[in-house]
């Protein structure tokens, strides 16, 4: 049996297709020294070195998808606030208007107050000045003191003042320039003085009306803020002879114009840009408001704010009594 088994041993060993010998072909269900790269595991450390890089890859994809959310956020914040800002610009437009237009009606009151008020007022002004001279000059004639007769002189000499612009073109022009009668009538224009303070509540509205939809504030060009300004024009003259007539026409014209520009959203410089010029607009109707309510004029006017016109019949009367008086008094002293 040792030696059979010897035998065999060595036939195994001289066999070149014995399994297991170097030589011998590979059995393909076998696994070989490589099947680590094949099997199950090798797959599983494959797919894990794969999945690290895919990984890494997608680190790099999270930050640039955020930075991109990001950056649509800040797009949208800046759109957001360049609306808020053409709000604002709009209702600062808004409010400069209506500004301007309680300016120009005030304006419009004190000049036909004051040219009425001369008008109406001013021959029992000059009976008074006069009547005054003559009281002093009657006086100074009974006693003969000096002190009367120097008070007689100046009371003369205020009722001869040296003549003022007004004067010297008879009504034609001031100081502020021609007139708008005498405009009218140098244009060959019907002329039309006005004939109370504050014209009447319909043209008032009107007047209102046409500048909030004609102002040359609301123009975006050039072009578009001349024609305007020569619009408003007609209109602030209409409105300051209280033409309700004219007014009405206007309005019929500006509705059958060109139909103005649609604001259109401008960069955030621009907004702002509009706003500083707003601002600096306002403080200068400020000051012209100011100036306004500060004259004589204005202030007689703030006395009687719903009824000016009734003031200068309440002056009327005053002045009349005042020339009754002192007629009274003159008869006393050259009877």
Do not use: C
């Not at 170097?22 to 070195?49: L, N, Y």
């Not at 120009?104 to 008074?128: D, I, K």
């Not at 046409?210 to 024609?227: G, K, S």
């Not at 403080?283 to 004589?296: D, F, K, M, Q, T």
């Amino acid at each position: 049996m040792t030696n059979s088994h010897a035998e065999n041993a060595q036939d195994g060993q001289d066999r070149p297709d014995a399994p297991g010998t170097p030589d011998a072909p590979a059995d393909p269900q076998a696994p070989d020294a490589r099947g680590g790269q094949d099997s199950p595991a090798g797959s599983q450390e494959d797919g894990s070195h794969e999945g690290g890089q895919d990984g890494h890859i997608g680190g790099q994809d999270a930050p640039t998808s955020h930075d991109a959310e990001a950056a649509a956020e800040h797009q949208a914040a800046q759109e957001a606030a360049t609306r808020r800002l053409a709000k604002a610009v709009l209702a600062a437009e808004q409010a400069l208007i209506e500004f301007e237009i309680a300016v120009e009606t005030f304006r419009v009151e004190v000049e036909n107050f004051s040219r009425l008020h001369h008008q109406r007022l001013g021959p029992m002004y000059a009976r008074l000045d006069e009547l005054d001279a003559q009281i002093a000059e009657a006086v100074a004639a009974r006693t003969g003191a000096p002190e009367d007769i120097r008070k007689a002189k100046e009371a003369r000499a205020s009722v001869l003042p040296m003549p003022d612009v007004e004067e010297l073109f008879h009504g034609w022009i001031g100081s502020e320039g021609l007139f708008p009668e005498s405009q009218a009538m140098l244009t060959e224009q019907p002329v039309r003085p006005p004939q109370k303070v504050r014209p009447s509540e319909e043209a008032r509205k009107a007047y209102r009306d046409l500048v909030r939809q004609a102002h040359p504030d609301l123009a975006r060009d050039d072009a578009e803020r001349a024609r305007r300004d020569a619009f408003i024009a007609r209109v602030n003259m209409a409105y300051a002879q209280g033409d309700e007539a004219a007014l009405r026409e206007l309005a019929r014209e500006w509705a059958a114009g060109p139909v103005p520009v649609e604001e259109r959203l401008t960069e955030s410089e621009e907004l702002y840009a509009r706003l500083e010029w707003l601002a600096e607009r306002k403080e200068l109707l400020a000051a012209v408001a100011a100036e306004l309510e500060g004259s004589a004029i204005g202030a007689m006017i703030k006395m009687a704010p719903q009824d000016p016109d009734g003031l200068l019949d309440e002056i009327a009367e005053k002045l009349l009594a005042d020339v009754a008086e002192r007629e009274a008094y003159l008869a006393q002293l050259v009877g």
